[in-house]
C-alpha cells in the first residue's frame, strides 16, 4: 500500500498525492483500503477520487486497442465499486468516463471511415459504364485501347498516406480521453457554483427557508440568494451524527462547543453577515414550525433513477413534514449524485453509526436490554420530492430520465454485465 509523507492522515489529499506520483496499480489499492476504511466518503470525495484515479489508467494504458482500454477501466471500475457499494457516485463517475471513451471511439471510426473513403476516391481507378466512349483511335492500325489510370506507384503513395493519418488519429485519442476526464475534473470542482448560480430564480424576498445538516452546496446557495434577497432560515442542526459539522459548515470555525457562549453567538455569522435571519431549531421542533416555512431546502448524497435520494438521516422526517403542511422540497444536486440504478433494497444503502451517540454505553444494564440502532443516512421516496436544481438548473422529478441519458450509455447501466 502507498502512502503519502506529505500527509499525517490517509484520505483524499493524501490519496490525490499518491496519484500522481506511485504507479497506477498501486494508487488503486491504497483508494480501494481508503474506501474500505471510509476514510474517503461522501459522494464529492468518491466523485473525485475516481475521476483521478480513471484519468491516470486512461494515460498509462499502452493498447492501441479501444475495446481493450474499456475492459481495463470496466475492471478497475467494478473493483472500486465493489469496494465500497454504498457510495453510488462511484459508479457515476466510471459510467460517464466510459461514455468519453465510446464517444470518443465513435467519432474516430467515422473519421477513419471518411478519410479511408477519399483516399479510395483520389486513387482509385476509374471503372468505365457500359455506354462511355473510353477509346483512342491510332491512325495506322485503328485500335481501341482504354485510357490508362493513375499508376500503381502513385496509388500505393496515397494509401500509405492515409494509413499513417490513421494511425497517428489512432495515437492521439488517449490525449482526447485525458481531456474529456479533465472536464469530468472540472465540473467537480464547479458543481456548487453552478448550482448556487440558480438560487435567485427559486428563493425570493421575506421567505421562510428549512435546512438541516452540513452542506457546503447548501451553503453556497444560500450565501448566493443572500446577495439580493432578505430571507429567513430555520435550520434543524441534525443531531447527533452532524449536528458539529453542522456549526462548523455554517461558521466556518472547524470546533464549536455548546458550552462556550462565544462560540455560540458566532455560530451563525457567515449567514448572518450576509443579511439573513438565521434560527437554530432542534430536529424535534421540525413539525412545529413547517407551517410557516415557504420552501425546504436539501441536499442529498446521491438520486436514483426513480427520483428517490438518499440524504444525511433526518431528511426523510423534514420531507414528510413539508408533505404534510404541502410546502414544497427542493433538492440540490450535482449530476455527478444522479445515478441510473434502481434498487429494490434502498436499505443496503443507509449506513449505520455509533449507538452510544444515541444512547450511552454508561447507562448500565439498561443498554443490554436494548438494540439500539444510529442511521446516518434516510432514503427519501420520489413523491416526497417537488423541484431538483442540478448544475444544470431546476427540473422536475419526472425529467431526471432525460439527464440519465444524455449522460450514460445504456450499455454501462449494468456495470457488471458483459461490454
Not at 50 to 65: F, P, S, Y
Not at 216 to 234: G, S, Y
Amino acid at each position: 500500500m502507498s502512502s503519502s509523507p506529505h500527509f499525517s492522515k490517509p484520505g483524499l489529499a493524501s490519496f490525490l498525492h499518491t496519484v500522481r506520483t506511485d504507479p497506477v496499480e498501486s494508487s488503486i489499492d491504497y483508494l480501494i483500503s481508503l474506501l474500505k476504511r471510509r476514510q474517503i466518503r461522501g459522494s464529492r470525495a468518491c466523485a473525485v477520487a475516481m475521476a483521478h484515479l480513471l484519468r491516470q489508467v486512461v494515460k498509462t494504458h499502452r493498447a492501441g486497442d479501444v475495446s481493450r482500454l474499456i475492459e481495463r477501466v470496466r475492471e478497475v471500475g467494478q473493483r472500486l465499486v465493489s469496494a465500497q457499494h454504498k457510495e453510488l457516485a462511484i459508479g457515476n463517475i466510471l459510467r460517464r468516463i466510459l461514455r468519453v471513451i465510446r464517444d470518443e471511439a465513435e467519432e474516430e471510426r467515422e473519421w477513419e471511415i471518411t478519410a479511408a473513403d477519399d483516399a479510395e476516391s483520389e486513387s482509385g481507378t476509374y471503372t468505365p459504364k457500359e455506354g462511355d466512349n473510353i477509346t483512342s483511335t491510332d491512325n495506322d492500325n485503328n485500335l481501341s485501347e482504354p485510357t490508362p489510370g493513375p499508376s500503381l506507384i502513385s496509388s500505393l503513395h496515397q494509401a500509405s498516406d492515409a494509413a499513417s493519418s490513421t494511425s497517428k488519429a489512432t495515437k492521439d485519442i488517449r490525449a482526447e480521453l485525458v481531456d474529456g476526464i479533465d472536464e469530468i475534473i472540472d465540473e467537480l470542482d464547479q458543481v456548487d457554483e453552478q448550482v448556487a448560480g440558480y438560487a435567485l430564480e427559486h428563493v425570493h424576498s421575506n421567505e421562510i427557508l428549512l435546512t438541516h445538516a452540513s452542506s457546503i452546496t447548501v451553503q453556497k446557495f444560500l450565501l448566493k440568494a443572500a446577495t439580493k434577497r432578505k430571507f429567513t432560515l430555520f435550520h434543524a442542526e441534525s443531531f447527533p451524527n452532524d449536528h458539529e459539522a453542522t456549526h462548523a459548515t455554517v461558521t466556518g470555525r472547524s470546533k464549536f462547543s455548546l458550552e462556550d457562549e462565544a462560540d455560540f453567538e458566532s455560530f451563525h455569522k457567515p449567514l448572518a453577515a450576509a443579511g439573513i435571519t438565521v434560527i437554530l431549531i432542534p430536529d424535534s421542533a421540525v413539525f412545529a414550525v413547517m407551517s410557516r416555512v415557504n420552501k425546504v431546502i436539501l441536499d442529498t448524497n446521491v438520486v436514483l433513477a426513480n427520483g428517490g435520494l438518499v440524504a444525511a438521516a433526518g431528511s426523510k422526517t423534514i420531507a414528510k413534514a413539508a408533505n404534510f403542511h404541502h410546502t414544497p422540497v427542493v433538492v440540490l444536486s450535482g449530476v455527478y449524485q444522479l445515478s441510473p440504478e434502481t434498487l429494490s433494497d434502498v436499505d443496503s444503502l443507509i449506513e449505520y453509526g455509533d449507538a452510544s451517540k444515541v444512547f450511552a454505553y454508561e447507562d448500565g444494564n439498561l443498554v443490554n436490554h436494548l438494540h439500539v440502532e444510529n442511521p446516518l443516512d434516510d432514503y427519501v421516496p420520489p413523491e416526497l420530492i417537488d423541484l431538483f436544481i442540478t448544475n444544470l438548473g431546476g427540473n422536475a422529478p419526472t425529467y431526471l430520465d432525460r439527464i440519465i441519458s444524455d449522460h450514460y450509455r445504456s450499455e454501462d447501466i449494468k456495470l457488471s454485465s458483459p461490454q
